[in-house]
């Protein structure tokens, strides 16, 4: 199963985005029990974790983020979602969710295979 982000397009620098990412019915019991996480790819770059949530809600964000992305979830809805404010050039990348194994940031590793993410571009 591969989850589907959708949301992006292109901004300003200082500029907003709200990405989105609904896991489909039949990994409902999955989605709701486990850790979601939103990754990034740039071109030439390693994918980045940049956000966490656990199924209780408790967030966790890598420094690049903290303070301008917040992860929030919905789970009667079983969506994941991303508010990204102040955005900057170097934002911009691919941007894909997933669902997460692992207890602490540095073992979280993603589970389901990768969807075709969503494009974000920032101009400066």
């Known amino acids: 199963v591969q989850l589907q982000a959708y949301g992006g397009g292109l901004v300003q620098a200082g500029g907003s985005l709200r990405l989105s990412c609904r896991a489909p019915?039949?990994?409902?019991?999955?989605?709701?029990?486990?850790?979601m996480g939103w990754y990034r790819q740039a071109p030439a770059n390693k994918r980045e974790l940049l956000a966490t949530?656990?199924?209780?809600?408790?967030?966790d964000y890598a420094d690049s983020v903290k303070d301008r992305f917040t992860i929030s979830r919905d789970n009667a809805k079983r969506t994941v979602y991303l508010q990204m404010n102040s955005l900057k050039p170097e934002d911009t990348a691919r941007y894909y969710c997933?669902?997460?194994?692992?207890?602490?940031?540095?073992?979280?590793?993603?589970?389901?295979?990768w969807g075709q993410g969503t494009q974000v571009t920032v101009s400066s």
């Open positions: 949530i656990s199924s209780g809600g408790s967030t």
């Open positions: 019915r039949s990994i409902l019991s999955v989605f709701r029990d486990h850790r």
């Open positions: 997933n669902v997460l194994a692992g207890s602490t940031w540095y073992e979280y590793r993603a589970l389901d295979s």
